[in-house]
């Protein structure tokens, strides 16, 4: 008996010291979240230059370079802001949109490829400017759209990009939420909402007035993608009589759908590529547990098939292409790794790295994200991702759980550096794709209506008992954090099931359904019926909003919370964070609360991320007992 006692002390000292040595280092908290190295390469439509963006003193810029050059050149000199995001216009001329502050009321500006003749195109105060098309035949004009005349709603106008000069082509009438243009840059095809039904508007030419081709409720999805290669029909995503959105053709003129392209009997496909070049549809993609694409094109096919062959290990898209479709940009990724940007020339065969996104982290270090699924208490199968801390037993372990913003989106495998950070940190990391989430069909997704902090929440609520079921979990320090409808989880999670919880953070995440619908952006306003139908009316549905809103419930709350908030947001007003802070302070709790004065929807500008990552990392620490860089000492 002695001997079979100290073999056990010997085995646990075995695997005690395997852990050990086993455990990764510590990754400094900032590697996971400062600016890439250079990120979001585009070609120049010629196939002779490269751009990319890039940190100077910690704000994402816009830089060229002559393709087989050293030398670069910085065209846009943000200091507030990060650029947002940039294409080619033509050759010689770069369209990058800014927005101040977080407040999402993005402007357009253009500049020449060597930097000179900068022109604010949209220089107009709290108004929101988007691409309709950008008319890549036609170097000196696009078209936009601007929501200046009615701040509800879009009208497109055809902008001269050196000039500035515009006119408009398209009077929104009220109800458009979406414009379609033909390969031809026409104006040919609108979507429509009352609030909650849908409908498609057509025209042959744009000397006619739209006229109404399908009307459906805004349940059933058919999205125009994009017009035959002969401008008479129209490919959609649609979910019309199945319960997944297929890829289809729908004949206009006798307003039919009349084939189904590819469909996936799992997961909805809304997604189609095509060579403007070739005029051929080259690949349907889809999300299921990561991305996969279903090839129509052999010439495309076989490019994936060598690309792969010459990255081995990475999952691969092609993000660029010249014109003449014969010089490619390619990004590798993994759940571990953010991946390079490479350069490959379809007739030499030569594949160049570029640039490796985040080189200063090593995949050695970083954990594998793993799908998972498990049952809700209604018998719903529930997909999901586990991540579990590198070196370390996975067993009775200190959790995150992390549900995802939306809510009506998903998680997807993948590099996440907030995951990446956790795991290092010693924590297991729970995703749930909780009903209501996208991707898995009409069904799943309806069922989360009127569902805030009910069933959506039970979804999330198995989740953990699951994995404290299969011994990885320790029960008595579980964490949750989440942003935007995340945060509400996270508050709701707090409020609704205090005893699975030790503690959470709330990112800029709902606490009022009621302040909340009525604090939406202007040009939300046409999907407010929507809305109501979705998460609630606040007249016909108060009883149920108020069970559902965990501000009114803050006496529940028994765990620490720390809440952060973007003073500029325009989704999930500040007003929703400060009601949560104000009613535990009535109570005499004390929550520790971070506000940054030019942030919106969550924290873009490098610096406030560090800020905020860096107190989630100590909270979580305090309260969970992971690692944590600074006081890992004091704590042995």
């Known amino acids: 008996?002695?001997?079979?006692?100290?073999?056990?002390?010997?085995?646990?000292?075995?695997?005690?010291?395997?852990?050990?040595?086993?455990?990764?280092?510590?990754?400094?908290?900032?590697?996971?979240?400062?600016?890439?190295?250079?990120?979001?390469?585009?070609?120049?439509?010629?196939?002779?230059?490269?751009?990319?963006?890039?940190?100077?003193?910690?704000?994402?810029?816009?830089?060229?370079?002559k393709i087989g050059d050293e030398q670069t050149t910085q065209i846009t000199f943000a200091t507030e802001r990060d650029i947002a995001g940039y294409f080619w216009k033509g050759n010689n001329r770069i369209i990058y949109i800014q927005d101040s502050k977080g407040d999402e009321n993005f402007r357009l500006y253009a500049v020449d490829r060597d930097g000179k003749n900068q022109k604010d195109l949209?220089?107009?105060?709290?108004?929101?400017?988007?691409?309709?098309?950008?008319?890549?035949?036609?170097?000196?004009?696009?078209?936009?759209?601007?929501?200046?005349?009615?701040?509800?709603?879009?009208?497109?106008?055809?902008?001269?990009?050196?000039?500035?000069?515009?006119?408009?082509?398209?009077?929104?009438?009220?109800?458009?939420?979406?414009w379609q243009t033909d390969h031809d840059g026409k104006l040919r095809a609108a979507t429509t909402t009352d609030g909650v039904n849908t409908g498609i508007l057509y025209r042959d030419n744009e000397d006619q007035e739209f006229k109404t081709l399908i009307t459906t409720t805004f349940k059933e999805t058919l999205t125009p993608i994009f017009f035959t290669f002969d401008n008479k029909n129209l490919y959609m995503a649609s979910n019309i009589g199945r319960d997944k959105a297929a890829i289809v053709e729908y004949d206009i003129a006798d307003n039919k759908e009349i084939r189904v392209l590819y469909e996936n009997p799992d997961y909805d496909v809304e997604s189609l590529s095509y060579s403007k070049k070739r005029k051929v549809i080259t690949f349907a993609s889809y999300l299921g547990w990561k991305q996969e694409y279903h090839f129509f094109d052999k010439t495309t096919e076989d490019e994936y098939n060598f690309l792969a062959s010459k990255l081995p290990g990475k999952q691969i898209a092609v993000v660029g292409a010249n014109?003449?479709?014969?010089?490619?940009?390619?990004?590798?990724?993994?759940?571990k790794s953010l991946g390079s940007y490479y350069f490959f020339d379809a007739k030499t065969k030569d594949v160049k790295k570029l640039s490796d996104v985040s080189p200063w982290l090593n995949e050695d270090?970083?954990?594998?994200?793993?799908?998972?699924?498990?049952?809700?208490?209604?018998?719903?199968?529930?997909?999901?991702?586990?991540?579990?801390?590198?070196?370390?037993?996975?067993?009775?372990?200190?959790?995150?759980?992390?549900?995802h913003g939306g809510p009506w989106a998903r998680d997807a495998w993948g590099f996440n550096p907030e995951v990446q950070f956790l795991a290092n940190r010693g924590y297991a990391v729970l995703q749930m794709n909780f009903r209501g989430s996208t991707g898995y069909g009409k069904e799943f997704w309806e069922i989360s209506f009127k569902q805030w902090g009910k069933t959506m929440q039970d979804d999330i609520s198995d989740g953990v008992k699951w994995l404290i079921n299969q011994g990885i979990a320790d029960p008595k320090r579980v964490g949750i954090y989440g942003g935007s409808y995340g945060g509400y989880a996270t508050l709701a999670g707090l409020t609704f099931s205090p005893e699975l919880y030790a503690?959470?953070?709330?990112?800029?995440?709902?606490?009022?359904?009621?302040?909340?619908?009525?604090?939406?952006?202007?040009?939300?306003?046409?999907?407010?019926?929507?809305?109501?139908?979705?998460?609630?009316?606040?007249?016909?549905?108060?009883?149920?909003?108020?069970?559902?809103?965990?501000?009114?419930h803050v006496d529940k709350i028994i765990a620490p919370l720390f809440i952060a908030q973007g003073a500029h947001d325009p989704r999930v007003n500040k007003n929703e964070s400060d009601q949560m802070v104000e009613a535990l302070k009535k109570r005499g709790i004390d929550v520790p609360y971070m506000v940054k004065d030019n942030e919106g929807h969550g924290f873009r500008n490098e610096e406030n991320r560090f800020d905020f990552y860096g107190a989630m990392e100590q909270f979580f620490f305090k309260y969970l007992g992971g690692r944590a860089a600074e006081l890992k000492e004091e704590k042995k």
């Open 503 to 552: 503690c959470g953070v709330d990112y800029v995440g709902v606490s009022n359904l009621f302040t909340f619908q009525n604090s939406i952006p202007p040009y939300w306003a046409p999907m407010k019926e929507m809305l109501y139908e979705m998460v609630g009316n606040p007249e016909k549905d108060s009883l149920l909003l108020y069970d559902a809103s965990p501000v009114f």
């Open 1 to 65: 008996m002695k001997q079979l006692i100290i073999a056990g002390l010997i085995m646990a000292f075995t695997i005690s010291l395997f852990s050990q040595q086993t455990e990764v280092p510590l990754i400094p908290m900032k590697d996971f979240f400062r600016n890439p190295e250079k990120r979001s390469f585009q070609i120049s439509p010629d196939g002779n230059y490269l751009s990319f963006m890039q940190p100077v003193n910690s704000r994402m810029n816009v830089f060229i370079q």
């Open 365 to 403: 270090y970083l954990a594998d994200q793993k799908p998972i699924t498990y049952k809700s208490r209604d018998g719903l199968t529930i997909h999901g991702y586990l991540t579990l801390p590198k070196g370390v037993e996975p067993k009775n372990l200190p959790v995150v759980v992390n549900p």
């Open 122 to 178: 949209t220089p107009f105060e709290k108004v929101r400017a988007g691409i309709v098309d950008d008319l890549e035949d036609n170097p000196a004009e696009m078209l936009i759209q601007l929501n200046k005349n009615n701040p509800q709603v879009f009208d497109v106008y055809r902008i001269n990009v050196n000039t500035g000069d515009m006119k408009i082509v398209g009077q929104n009438p009220g109800n458009i939420t979406g």
């Open 323 to 335: 014109k003449n479709e014969d010089k490619f940009l390619v990004r590798t990724y993994s759940d």
